[in-house]
């Protein structure tokens, strides 16, 4: 269920009807009406809110530098209410990291499905960070850590990573790693596993050698 909601709407109209059909639904809406408070209560935290409603075009700061802004500290459900319906607008919105875009007019209804359905989801992937030693990886926002430093994986790295996680202290063989990173279609080396195995040690740095070769068998990440 959705407790509290923020919504960044300079419409007054627009913000009395969400608030009025969500909090007939029990759940409350807490609006601000420009970019500039709106960056300040995100700069606050966004602590016990369910999802964020935003609009692009605002007073002082538009909704895609908040999204951005955003993303930096939360991975709370984002969903884009706005009239800029072009695609290149859209296709910006889910670039940035929203997970929904509604093009004005909306039916009520709808979007207060879309919401419910969000939070629900949010709710339930509370697995999303996985974690083992110095190394940790957020399904839900593709960011990666070693060391509680970030660091940048290319695409197949980060899948094998992601892999290794799910699946820590079991012994994974190249086969598999083929299988679920490149595809059962994949028709080449088994050794070009090895080969993105080196890449991604050398971007864990030190926590790389949580990595464990098992000649003839595999891989295995640990703790240690």
Not at 77 to 88: K, L, M, N, S
Not at 103 to 128: H, I, M, Q, T
Not at 169 to 176: F, G, K, L, N, Q
Not at 202 to 215: F, P, R, Y
Request: charged share 30%.
């Amino acid at each position: 269920m959705m407790n509290r909601i923020f919504l960044v709407e300079d419409d007054a109209e627009i913000c009395d009807i969400i608030q009025e059909y969500f909090g007939n639904k029990g759940t409350e809406v807490v609006a601000v009406m420009n970019g500039g408070d709106a960056l300040d209560m995100i700069s606050g935290g966004l602590e016990g809110y369910d999802l964020v409603l935003l609009d692009i075009m605002l007073p002082e700061i538009d909704g895609f530098t908040l999204c951005r802004q955003l993303r930096r500290k939360s991975d709370i459900p984002v969903v884009f209410i706005t009239a800029r319906g072009r695609e290149e607008d859209i296709l910006s919105g889910y670039d940035i990291g929203c997970d929904d875009y509604i093009v004005k007019p909306f039916l009520l209804s709808v979007l207060y499905s879309k919401c419910e359905a969000l939070v629900r989801r949010a709710g339930n992937d509370v697995n999303s960070k996985l974690t083992c030693g110095a190394i940790a990886l957020d399904k839900r926002t593709l960011r990666c850590f070693a060391d509680e430093k970030e660091i940048e994986l290319p695409p197949k790295e980060f899948a094998i990573l992601r892999y290794l996680l799910e699946h820590q202290d079991w012994v994974v063989t190249r086969d598999t790693l083929l299988d679920k990173v490149w595809g059962c279609d994949y028709f080449g080396s088994d050794r070009v596993v090895d080969n993105h195995i080196k890449k991604l040690r050398k971007a864990l740095g030190s926590a790389g050698s949580q990595i464990k070769t098992l000649v003839g068998r595999g891989y295995k990440l640990t703790k240690e």
